[in-house]
């Protein structure tokens, strides 16, 4: 008998890899096209079940009818990257081209808890082309992955969405520059005083469950890490004076009557490339999105 809790086995075949990733896509334009999000809650879970099902809620309340600029989601070119390891969750990445996002890759984590179950993406980010690092793979071409708190990387996969927290918080040398670090601060720093109009931010770690980090070992030794991380910002106006009229998006998940403040709650989950040894976190590709907000 094989125990699957103990032994090292592929998390899945291509074959049953591929057939998960149409019905993923399947589920999405189903969802997408009728802005509903119980077309696609089997299908999604972690990060992307927030983000996505926020989305689609908001699209709801705004086009009840359906989304009237609904695309078809068409993913081609698709590679798989299977892990070999043992226990659960077992899981797998899916990169493949889409026909929007501007040519990025769309990178999808699969996973499931157990054989019963049906596999879900926890994690979607797209990634420019040729950002998708080259893979350790052993003799049958399954890939390794890295425990949460494995050493020898600048970074362990456990710790990377509390030092991305306090890396938008204080700054420092952890993350190389980028659009979703160095350039993320300046923009807030522009944007935290205004005449009239103050805006505060929050950054919070988020690890359990479906939101816990998975990481690939990655042919040079480093990792291409998938994480989460959970962030808040407050919109207080002065007296006498009013907080900007939100979007239609955010109008529909506020709750509370916008007055003097507006709290937006947002999900992201993250790629990073964390080198071996020690050096800078490069982001290669990042999801956020609006999940809730609060008016007062």
Request: proline share 6%.
């Amino acid at each position: 008998m094989v125990h699957g809790e103990r032994e090292v086995l592929p998390a899945t075949s291509r074959a049953e890899a591929a057939k998960a990733l149409v019905r993923f896509t399947d589920a999405y334009n189903r969802a997408d096209k009728a802005y509903d999000r119980s077309l696609d809650a089997g299908q999604v879970t972690g990060a992307l079940a927030d983000i996505d099902g926020a989305r689609l809620k908001a699209g709801h309340v705004n086009h009840p009818s359906g989304n009237p600029r609904h695309t078809p989601l068409e993913l081609t070119d698709a590679h798989f990257t299977i892990p070999a390891k043992a226990g659960w969750p077992r899981w797998f990445v899916a990169d493949a081209k889409g026909n929007v996002g501007g040519g990025a890759r769309w990178l999808l984590v699969f996973t499931r808890h157990g054989l019963g179950e049906q596999w879900k993406v926890a994690y979607l980010t797209l990634v420019a082309p040729g950002a998708v690092p080259e893979f350790r793979k052993d003799a049958d071409g399954f890939a390794e992955t890295v425990p949460a708190d494995a050493p020898g990387l600048a970074v362990p996969p456990a710790g990377l969405s509390r030092a991305y927290a306090r890396y938008l918080r204080d700054g420092g040398k952890t993350f190389a520059d980028g659009r979703s670090t160095s350039a993320l601060r300046a923009d807030r720093a522009r944007r935290a005083k205004k005449p009239g109009l103050v805006r505060q931010f929050i950054d919070e770690p988020l690890t359990r469950g479906d939101y816990a980090p998975l990481a690939l070992r990655t042919a040079d030794g480093g990792a291409l890490v998938f994480f989460t991380t959970h962030h808040f910002e407050k919109q207080t106006a002065a007296a006498g004076t009013s907080v900007p009229v939100p979007n239609k998006d955010v109008q529909a998940l506020t709750k509370g009557e916008v007055k003097q403040s507006l709290t937006l709650e947002i999900v992201s989950n993250e790629a990073a490339l964390v080198p071996a040894g020690s050096g800078p976190v490069s982001i290669v590709g990042q999801v956020r999105g609006l999940t809730a907000a609060q008016g007062e």
